[in-house]
T-cell receptor
Framework: GNSVTQMEGPVTLSEEAFLTINCTYT??????LFWYVQYPGEGLQLLLK???ADDKGSNKGFEATYRKETTSFHLEKGSVQVSDSAVYFC??????????WGAGTKLIIKP | EPEVTQTPSHQVTQMGQEVILRCVPI?????FYWYRQILGQKVEFLVS????????KSEIFDDQFSVERPDGSNFTLKIRSTKLEDSAMYFC??????????????FGPGTRLTVL
């Protein structure tokens, strides 16, 4: 079946550091890929998405590229801020109606 | 900006009691979903709903669960006889088109259900 695997957290970085959170997937067909963010005490917000191979999603300085050959959708940001501290979820959507989620990666940014 | 709302934000109940979690999806959306997130674990799909019927459901969504769109705006999740393991954050989501068509699912802030 379809699945999403994320790197385990927490990931702790200093402000202005470079961020990578790894995400790989297993899917039949051609899924769409998403990154959602959950700030402390809040719900799930879509951060970015990509709908086909080689697409790059970007938002708020975050980027992720849909790599079909490596079945990956790694999240990157060049310079993180304390306000980026949150839990980040990678997810995929296939031909069915549901989103399939990774376990989430907690990101902690220290000043 | 339109948003999905959920009530209550926190529900505490005794084991064996029925609970109803309420959601108001975005008004022009046609597809509705429930997910849950047990503390510290991944988000899990429960059910999707379209045109007044269930489109898909997961193994978690057994006979104790039901969904309903009782009027033009609300979308509810009912748990008939709650168990301790039902304690989780429950998220409602809606989308204009099916997620398989690359349409974004918009999430509500969640209802934290605590079963004692």
């Amino acid at each position: 079946g379809n699945s999403v695997t994320q790197m385990e957290g927490p990931v702790t970085l200093s402000e202005e550091a470079f961020l990578t959170i790894n995400c790989t997937y297993t899917a039949t067909g051609y899924p769409s890929l998403f990154w959602y963010v959950q700030y402390p005490g809040e719900g799930l917000q879509l951060l970015l998405k990509a709908t086909k191979a080689d697409d790059k999603g970007s938002n708020k300085g975050f980027e992720a590229t849909y790599r079909k050959e490596t079945t990956s959708f790694h999240l990157e940001k060049g310079s993180v801020q304390v306000s980026d501290s949150a839990v980040y979820f990678c997810a995929l959507s296939d031909s069915n109606y549901q989103l399939i989620w990774g376990a989430g990666t907690k990101l902690i940014i220290k000043p | 900006e339109p948003e999905v709302t959920q009530t209550p934000s926190h529900q505490v109940t005794q084991m064996g009691q029925e609970v109803i979690l309420r959601c108001v999806p975005i008004s022009n959306h046609l597809y509705f979903y429930w997910y849950r997130q047990i503390l510290g674990q991944k988000v899990e799909f429960l059910v999707s709903f379209y045109n007044n019927e269930i489109s898909e459901k997961s193994e978690i969504f057994d006979d104790q669960f039901s969904v309903e769109r009782p009027d033009g705006s609300n979308f509810t999740l009912k748990i008939r006889s709650t168990k301790l393991e039902d304690s989780a954050m429950y998220f409602c989501a809606s989308s204009e088109l099916p997620s398989g068509a690359n349409n974004e699912q918009f999430f509500g802030p969640g209802t934290r259900l605590t079963v004692l």
